[in-house]
């Protein structure tokens, strides 16, 4: 079975620190994406990675950035955390052009 | 542009009965439509997808979709609900020109009494 786990289920910032999510797979998974959901709006791509070392905007990236060192590694973060990035955050991987995406567990991060 | 739909926020529906939960979408091209569950406080796991061939589509936890090209939908269904359904459900298509980039609806809430 394909398992990709993030650092934390819940986390606590405050405003203004640097916050780091981090998302592992161990299929080998070339491509890894970065959601966030919230209610109402549904999942909203904030940026995705098609190999190690490159990365694309999606939707939604302002606030946040990216890191790919390694194949199995995809780092979101926040630079400045706001309240207004308070959200449940979900990472996803899979093979290229392989349709169906696999989901981490979500971290859900609170920002006061 | 692409787009998938939910016209439902909430579906209800007792145990035992038939339940559909609804999608529309918006592509150019042939459309590659999914769908997926999440239960609470988890991630999303995938049910089922549509990529070519017979319209019905069967999936995981007795879950199946029934594509309509005319109507331009990709409805779930199951024959008969359980408690354990109950969760939030997303429709999801395949963004044109990517590498596998979807585009996911706003989730429709699945709720199933005794």
């Known amino acids: 079975d394909v398992k990709v786990t993030q650092s934390s289920r819940y986390l606590v910032k405050r405003t203004g620190e640097k916050v780091f999510l981090e998302c592992v797979q161990d299929?080998?998974?070339?491509?890894m994406f970065w959601y966030r959901q919230d209610p109402g709006l549904g999942l909203r791509l904030i940026y995705f990675?098609?190999?190690?070392?490159?990365?694309e905007k999606g939707d939604i990236p302002e606030g946040y950035s990216v890191s790919r060192e390694k194949k199995e590694r995809f780092s979101l973060i926040l630079e400045s955390a706001s309240t207004n990035q308070t959200s449940m955050y979900l990472c996803?991987?899979?093979?290229?052009?392989?349709?169906?995406?696999?989901f981490g567990p979500g971290t859900r991060l609170t920002v006061t | 542009a692409q787009s998938v739909a939910q016209p439902e926020d909430q579906v209800n529906v007792a145990e035992g009965n038939p339940l559909t939960v609804k999608c529309t979408y918006s592509?150019?091209?042939?459309?590659?439509l999914f769908w997926y569950v999440q239960y609470p406080n988890r991630g999303l796991q995938f049910l089922l997808k549509?990529?070519?061939?017979?319209?019905l589509v069967k999936g995981s936890y007795g879950f199946e979709a029934e594509f309509n090209k005319s109507q331009t939908s990709f409805h779930l269904k199951k024959p008969s609900a359980l408690v354990s359904d109950s969760a939030l459900y997303f429709c999801?298509?395949?963004?044109?020109?990517?590498?596998?980039?979807?585009?996911f609806g706003k989730g429709t809430k699945l709720s199933v009494k005794p």
């Open positions: 592509v150019s091209g042939n459309p590659y």
């Open positions: 999801a298509v395949r963004k044109g020109g990517s590498q596998g980039n979807l585009i």
């Open positions: 990675s098609y190999d190690v070392k490159m990365k």
């Open positions: 299929m080998d998974h070339e491509n």
């Open positions: 549509y990529i070519t061939g017979d319209n």
């Open positions: 996803a991987s899979s093979r290229p052009f392989q349709l169906e995406q696999y």
